[in-house]
């Protein structure tokens, strides 16, 4: 018998390839082993999913530096995790779009205003559509991302702290989007059933997401409070610099966009 994954030889008893660790499977696929799978992945009490969600909050330095280190058997993979994360995120958006629209809350007169402005024949902002950010709110999320990183790690950098390199502050800040998207998705969605503005509710979870950053940081660099507050607010100045800077390109692009269009 070989591995179906990488092809190398196998015994009869492994329940597990020795060369790419993938989980030997002999069954045929049924209704029943397809459950089995996703109770083992998403709904057991023990599985890696929970463990790693709750752990986020409890310990999120076990977490992280641990997969940092190399230690990627205990927890769910970085990468897999924020996959989920985007899944309901999507999930999210789909109910908004589809059965939440009257409360989600755009400023539509607002936007009313702006696309019919005076001769609208030369207005770039005609026919720009106002509701991206939900449209895209996946793509967002991963955009955002390497920015976040980007402002941990030169916040740690010239600080003196270069204990974890770039891509390392990537593998921290994929963890953290991933659980502060999970978060909000799950809040977002319990809101809206209940007819809250999506907008208010979007205001209220954005404090808990940044003191979680900082909660993030304090456990996994150990430093003081106060050195700990001072690279935090370095990291969200080169954060909100670096989304700022991709807002107006993208609104110059878009603007650029619709005067060679006319």
Same mark, same amino acid.
């Given at each position: 018998?070989?591995?179906?994954?990488?092809?190398k030889?196998?015994?009869d008893t492994?329940?597990?390839?020795?060369e790419?660790?993938a989980?030997?499977?002999q069954?045929?696929?049924t209704?029943?082993?397809?459950?089995?799978?996703?109770?083992?992945?998403?709904i057991?009490?023990?599985?890696?999913?929970l463990?790693?969600?709750?752990?986020?909050?409890?310990?999120?330095?076990?977490?992280?530096?641990?997969?940092?280190?190399?230690?990627?058997?205990?927890? $769910?993979?970085?990468?897999?995790? %924020?996959?989920?994360s985007?899944? /309901?995120? #999507?999930?999210?958006?789909?109910?908004?779009t !589809?059965?939440f629209?009257?409360?989600?809350?755009?400023?539509?007169?607002?936007?009313?205003?702006?696309?019919?402005?005076?001769g609208?024949?030369?207005n770039?902002?005609?026919?720009?559509?106002y509701?991206?950010?939900?449209?895209?709110?996946?793509?967002i999320y991963?955009?955002?991302?390497?920015l976040?990183?980007l402002?941990?790690?030169?916040?740690?950098?010239?600080?003196?702290n270069r204990?974890?390199n770039?891509?390392?502050?990537?593998?921290?800040?994929?963890?953290?989007?991933?659980?502060? $998207?999970?978060?909000?998705?799950f %809040?977002?969605?319990?809101?809206l /059933?209940? #007819?809250?503005n999506?907008l208010?509710?979007? !205001?209220?979870?954005t404090?808990?997401?940044?003191?979680y950053l900082?909660?993030?940081?304090?456990?996994?660099?150990r430093e003081?409070?106060?050195?700990?507050?001072?690279?935090?607010?370095i990291?969200?100045?080169i954060?909100?610099?670096?989304?700022?800077f991709?807002m107006?390109?993208?609104?110059?692009?878009l603007v650029?966009?619709?005067?060679?269009?006319?």
């Amino acid at each position: 018998m070989n591995c179906k994954n990488c092809h190398k030889a196998l015994r009869d008893t492994q329940k597990y390839c020795d060369e790419c660790g993938a989980k030997v499977i002999q069954n045929r696929l049924t209704p029943k082993i397809i459950a089995n799978q996703i109770n083992e992945q998403f709904i057991s009490l023990d599985n890696k999913f929970l463990k790693t969600f709750i752990d986020l909050f409890k310990q999120p330095e076990s977490v992280i530096v641990n997969y940092i280190e190399g230690t990627r058997k205990k927890y $769910i993979d970085v990468l897999q995790y %924020f996959a989920v994360s985007l899944t /309901l995120a #999507g999930i999210q958006v789909f109910l908004m779009t !589809t059965f939440f629209k009257d409360v989600i809350g755009f400023n539509t007169e607002f936007i009313e205003g702006v696309q019919n402005l005076p001769g609208q024949e030369n207005n770039p902002f005609a026919g720009i559509e106002y509701d991206m950010f939900t449209k895209y709110q996946g793509l967002i999320y991963i955009l955002t991302v390497p920015l976040s990183a980007l402002g941990s790690w030169l916040a740690y950098y010239v600080t003196g702290n270069r204990k974890y390199n770039y891509t390392e502050h990537l593998v921290l800040n994929l963890y953290y989007s991933a659980q502060i $998207i999970i978060i909000t998705a799950f %809040f977002s969605i319990l809101f809206l /059933l209940f #007819g809250l503005n999506y907008l208010i509710v979007s !205001t209220i979870l954005t404090l808990p997401t940044f003191l979680y950053l900082f909660y993030v940081l304090k456990r996994i660099f150990r430093e003081s409070f106060v050195n700990t507050l001072a690279k935090f607010l370095i990291t969200m100045i080169i954060y909100m610099v670096s989304i700022l800077f991709l807002m107006v390109l993208v609104i110059i692009i878009l603007v650029v966009q619709q005067i060679l269009n006319q």
